[in-house]
């Protein structure tokens, strides 16, 4: 009979590959992906040279928020055994109430309406958790730069839904000609006398320029509806 250690990894690589990946997991638990790797690799401890285990409360509270019954970290599963292994072809449903977002490149951002419909898992740069009443076509960026500080720092992520219409003050993700998009406030100026709506896009860093869409083509790909950041 193998040890309650080793069962609590073989489980913990069902829950990975149920989340779709290891930093997927991460954000359902709230963990860092560092700690998983050191309950999968049971990594000694630099101080006491004994294994990073997983104690039974953070077992506890890993079922709890993955909604798994009380006890089911460590309960063998074959299945577990198996998707830790690399021999399960098993799909796994995401539990009620959450969502699948992949997280894609700024390029990939920029033809999102050309490829949502075709877009493959393997596609993603990773994926992440969130709620499911964002749509289906909706997707992660991470931020780069600092044209949208102090409120949107390189490293954040955020999650675009493109069937969210923009209200003044949104945040977006719009096409401004080139291949890749762009992240900044949306604030509409007036309508044209086409009846077009004038809207400028307005970086928060006052240092960089904000752009009008009646003096270039802009083109809104989806509105922001979840703002993350990870504090190491």
């Known amino acids: 009979m193998q040890s309650v250690d080793v069962t609590r990894r073989e489980n913990l690589g069902l829950l990975i590959k149920e989340a779709g990946s290891q930093?997927?997991?991460?954000?359902?638990?709230?963990?860092?992906?560092?700690?998983?790797?050191?309950?999968?690799?049971?990594?000694?401890?630099?101080?006491?040279?004994?294994?990073?285990?997983?104690?039974?409360?953070?077992?506890?509270?890993?079922?709890?928020?993955?909604?798994?019954?009380?006890?089911?970290?460590?309960?063998?599963?074959?299945?577990?055994?198996?998707?830790?292994?690399?021999?399960?072809?098993?799909?796994?449903?995401?539990?009620?109430?959450?969502?699948?977002?992949?997280?894609?490149?700024?390029?990939?951002?920029?033809?999102?309406?050309?490829?949502?419909?075709?877009?493959?898992?393997?596609?993603?740069?990773?994926?992440?958790i969130t709620s499911d009443k964002v749509s289906n076509q909706s997707f992660v960026l991470r931020i780069r730069g600092n044209s949208m500080e102090p409120d949107f720092k390189e490293g954040d992520t955020v999650v675009i839904d493109p069937n969210i219409k923009p209200r003044p003050g949104s945040f977006v993700a719009a096409k401004n000609g080139r291949e890749e998009a762009t992240f900044k406030k949306y604030r509409p100026r007036s309508i044209d006398l086409l009846g077009n709506e004038v809207f400028e896009l307005v970086p928060l860093n006052e240092d960089y320029p904000t752009m009008r869409s009646d003096e270039m083509p802009i083109e809104i790909i989806g509105t922001m509806v979840e703002h993350r950041r990870y504090f190491k």
């Open 23 to 128: 930093a997927a997991l991460s954000e359902i638990i709230g963990k860092a992906p560092a700690q998983i790797s050191q309950w999968l690799n049971a990594s000694a401890n630099s101080r006491t040279g004994k294994p990073r285990v997983m104690s039974n409360a953070i077992a506890r509270e890993i079922e709890t928020k993955t909604g798994k019954p009380i006890g089911w970290m460590d309960q063998p599963s074959p299945s577990a055994a198996l998707s830790t292994r690399g021999g399960s072809n098993v799909e796994f449903e995401m539990p009620q109430g959450v969502r699948r977002v992949p997280l894609i490149s700024w390029v990939q951002a920029g033809a999102w309406k050309e490829i949502v419909n075709t877009f493959a898992p393997g596609d993603a740069d990773d994926w992440l």
